[in-house]
Nanobody, 123 residues
Framework: QVQLVESGGGLVQAGGSLRLSCAASGRTFSRYAMAWFRQAPGKEREVVAAISLGGGSRYYADSVKGRFTISRDNAKSTVYLQMNSLKPEDTAVYYC????????????????WGQGTQVTVSS
């Protein structure tokens, strides 16, 4: 069982930056692959980035590659999403998710989800 709490969302102008944090409860954080997903109004949930157990492997959606960076600190039981050069189309609710084993871009494979944090990028 994993409990996830996201923070760091807010309102930012296009071209700005935000860093999202996801704090996990418990002492088994390093056993889970982690990911960030987002869902914009009227659209389906989509993967943003994912990271392996130890942080050695990462996946990024084409739409954010080169702008966003996912990282994790297992000692702090926290995963981060650094978002630079933000665009209005990045506006969405961002969710942190966790799964056992190998990381994946498939949302249905993730077992635990945070409550979400709103990111709004103005033009």
């Amino acid at each position: 069982q994993v409990q996830l709490v996201e923070s760091g969302g807010g309102l930012v102008q296009a071209g700005g930056s935000l860093r999202l944090s996801c704090a996990a409860s418990g002492r088994t954080f390093s056993r889970y692959a982690m990911a960030w997903f987002r869902q914009a109004p009227g659209k389906e949930r989509e993967v943003v980035a994912a990271i392996s157990l130890g942080g050695g492997s990462r996946y990024y959606a084409d739409s954010v590659k080169g702008r966003f960076t996912i990282s994790r600190d297992n000692a702090k039981s926290t995963v981060y999403l650094q978002m630079n050069s933000l665009k209005p189309e990045d506006t969405a609710v961002y969710y942190c998710a966790a799964k056992s084993g190998i990381y994946s871009s498939d949302s249905s494979s993730y077992d635990y989800w945070g409550q979400g944090t709103q990111v709004t990028v103005s033009s």
